[in-house]
């Protein structure tokens, strides 16, 4: 604590209030950084070979997993049909300001498009405030 708060003799100087409103601004500034990381992650995809039928299934099913994002705090920003340069058919980016929401998302989301992604690679980041 001495680190935080300078020298141990300018520490002892200070009164009990100044000690307790520099301690309550230190929580203030650590609670700040806590709360207002939001999380970016990147999925990459692999589809499985889809007949036309399925590919249109899985266009209406996709329609419809959008509108549950929302529940678990997770957005979607982007749905890239291509990532060129690579072996994945493209990738889609999330953000959520909850971590463990964005697990429980999802665990959610893969039982839903497990039938036609055969593999997939995350890349989670955070962003600083």
Same mark, same amino acid.
């Given at each position: 604590?001495?680190?935080?708060?300078?020298?141990?003799?300018?520490?002892?100087?200070?009164?009990? #209030? @100044?000690?307790?409103?520099?301690?309550?601004? $230190?929580?203030?500034? %650590?609670?700040? =950084?806590? &709360?207002?990381?939001?999380?970016?992650?990147?999925?990459?995809?692999?589809?499985?070979?889809?007949?036309?039928?399925?590919? #249109? @299934?899985?266009?209406?099913?996709?329609?419809? $997993?959008?509108?549950? %994002?929302?529940? =678990?705090? &997770?957005?979607?920003?982007?749905?890239?049909?291509?990532?060129?340069?690579?072996?994945?058919?493209?990738?889609?980016?999330? #953000?959520?300001?909850?971590?463990?929401?964005?697990?429980?998302?999802?665990?959610?989301?893969?039982?839903? &498009?497990?039938?036609?992604?055969?593999?997939?690679?995350?890349?989670?980041?955070?962003?600083?405030?």
């Amino acid at each position: 604590m001495v680190a935080i708060f300078g020298s141990g003799d300018l520490y002892k100087s200070l009164s009990q #209030e @100044k000690k307790s409103k520099r301690a309550d601004f $230190l929580l203030l500034i %650590f609670a700040y =950084f806590l &709360v207002s990381w939001m999380y970016t992650i990147i999925v990459f995809y692999r589809f499985k070979e889809l007949t036309p039928e399925q590919e #249109e @299934k899985v266009r209406a099913e996709w329609e419809q $997993l959008k509108k549950g %994002f929302e529940k =678990f705090g &997770v957005r979607l920003v982007s749905n890239n049909a291509h990532a060129f340069g690579t072996d994945w058919n493209g990738f889609v980016i999330f #953000e959520a300001d909850d971590f463990e929401k964005y697990v429980k998302f999802w665990k959610w989301f893969k039982d839903r &498009v497990r039938w036609y992604i055969i593999k997939t690679m995350t890349v989670i980041g955070v962003k600083k405030p």
